[in-house]
């Protein structure tokens, strides 16, 4: 993460927001240097400096429900301004394996770039926030009592004969999917910390 003698940038065009509520994410040109990262957002463009840098977080995004692929996001935090959050999906969060592979290479270099002495001080985070995982782990609890109850009320009833099996098997495939799908949402989002040398390769996007 120090090289011997400056690299020349490197542009990734990438999905971007900073956590504002918008319709969309914003396509743009981000161009990494060893001084910081470069991009432009809402009409204003800059040069954010690793020197204020205060925290990286890399976590899982579900791809929506039309893809069944895990999408990653990096949150980077500043001492000053709002924070840019990088997606590896399309501006409206759906998967695209194209940008995928650009998206590594950004998170990637992003890490060789970030010099020592910051880097030393640096928060690399994993996941989500602590708050929001213990909401995660109450929806999982939730969905184990209630939806756990329908599924056995089903099988009684089907084993009773009341319920035919074949009318039985879609409704408890739906509860079986849902029921992993909010499983892998609570594993894959744990919060954690990690080092800048062994990247959190699990939770990068799922490559087709």
């Known amino acids: 993460m120090d090289p011997a003698e400056p690299r020349a940038p490197a542009d990734y065009d990438l999905a971007i927001g900073d956590g504002a509520m918008r319709l969309k994410l914003t396509e743009a040109r ?28 890399i976590q899982a ?3 929506g429900r039309h893809s069944p692929a895990w999408e990653a996001m990096i949150e980077l935090f500043f001492a000053r301004g709002r924070p840019l959050l990088v997606h590896s999906s399309t501006p409206m969060g759906g998967h695209d394996p194209v940008r995928d592979p650009v998206f590594i290479a950004f998170v990637e270099d992003l890490h060789r770039r970030i010099p020592p002495d910051h880097a030393a001080r640096v928060r690399f985070l994993r996941g989500v926030p602590e708050g929001r995982h213990r909401f995660l782990q109450g929806v999982l609890v939730l969905f184990l009592i209630v939806f756990g109850s329908a599924g056995g009320f089903i099988l009684l009833k089907t084993a009773g004969g009341i319920i035919p099996v074949a009318e039985m098997l879609f409704p408890m495939l739906a509860l079986v999917g849902f029921g992993v799908w909010v499983w892998q949402s609570v594993e894959k989002s744990k919060p954690g910390t990690y080092s800048p040398d062994r990247l959190p390769r699990d939770l990068f996007p799922e490559r087709d």
Do not use: A, K, P
Not at 33 to 49: A, K, M, N, P, V
């Open 30 to 57: 981000l161009t990494l240097s060893d001084e910081g990262i470069s991009y432009t957002l809402d009409g204003r463009e800059g040069l954010r400096l690793f020197s204020q840098l205060r925290s990286v977080r």
């Open 61 to 63: 995004v579900h791809g």
